[in-house]
């Protein structure tokens, strides 16, 4: 069973500074991965889909990377704004022709002026 | 594009009583998901659609759980006889055909079982 993590769980800092957050998978017989950002109360964004054949997407000063066998994928935030803070979550989509999403529980950041 | 629009967004009910609650994807979209998240947690499938086909259900989905998707536009999730337990963020994504395509989201629908 495909069991996703997140680590920090909680993560405080000031503006401007950049910032890496963590992904882990178990199981690497994954077909994307996906990084989406949750604001309290509302739906997810997508912010970038990596797919299992790729290493790294890029949009603006966000930059994902996955290691697929080594079961990790990190988001890299340069010069965060407080408009930034919001809760992180990554999702794992299995290479097994099933649809689901397995997600992590989330970083939830707090970038502060 | 107007986005996956899902309503309502708050509903407060009783133990015991019936809810439906609807969602809209996006209009181009022929794959919609189903999924609930409670506080701290992210979301859990529940179920998937391509058109008009139930495709997928999670094992969360007991029998009091239904799901439909009439005409492969809109689609309404049924909860029977609810119980406390279901309170939660009920959330509807969709996205197109191509496997590289991103899901998108709705804004939910909180549940409330007092």
């Known amino acids: 069973k495909q069991e996703v993590t997140q680590i920090p769980a909680a993560l405080s800092v000031p503006e401007g500074e950049n910032l890496v957050l963590n992904c882990s998978f178990t199981d690497s017989a994954i077909y994307n991965l996906q990084w989406f950002r949750q604001d309290p109360g509302k739906g997810l964004t997508s912010l970038l889909l990596?797919?299992?054949?790729?290493r790294e997407q890029t949009s603006g000063r966000l930059n994902a990377s996955l290691d697929k066998s080594s079961g990790r994928s990190t988001l890299y935030i340069a010069a965060s704004q407080p408009g930034d803070s919001a809760t992180y979550l990554c999702?794992?989509?299995?290479?097994?022709?099933?649809?689901?999403?397995?997600f992590g529980t989330g970083t939830r950041l707090l970038v502060s002026p | 594009d107007t986005g996956v629009s899902q309503d309502p967004r708050h509903k407060i009910t009783k133990r015991g009583q019936n809810v439906t609650f609807r969602c809209d994807p996006i209009?181009?979209?022929?794959?919609l998901y189903w999924y609930r998240q409670t506080l701290g947690q992210g979301p859990e499938f529940l179920t998937y659609?391509?058109?008009?086909?139930?495709?997928?259900k999670s094992r969360l989905l007991s029998d009091r759980f239904s799901a439909e998707r009439p005409k492969g536009s809109f689609s309404t999730l049924e909860i029977q006889r609810t119980e406390q337990g279901d309170s939660a963020m009920y959330l509807c994504a969709s996205r197109e055909t191509t496997g590289t395509s991103p899901l998108h989201f709705g804004n939910g629908t909180r549940l409330t079982v007092t």
């Open positions: 999702a794992v989509r299995m290479n097994t022709g099933f649809q689901k999403l397995v």
């Open positions: 659609f391509q058109n008009e086909a139930q495709l997928e």
């Open positions: 990596i797919q299992s054949s790729q």
């Open positions: 209009s181009e979209h022929n794959r």
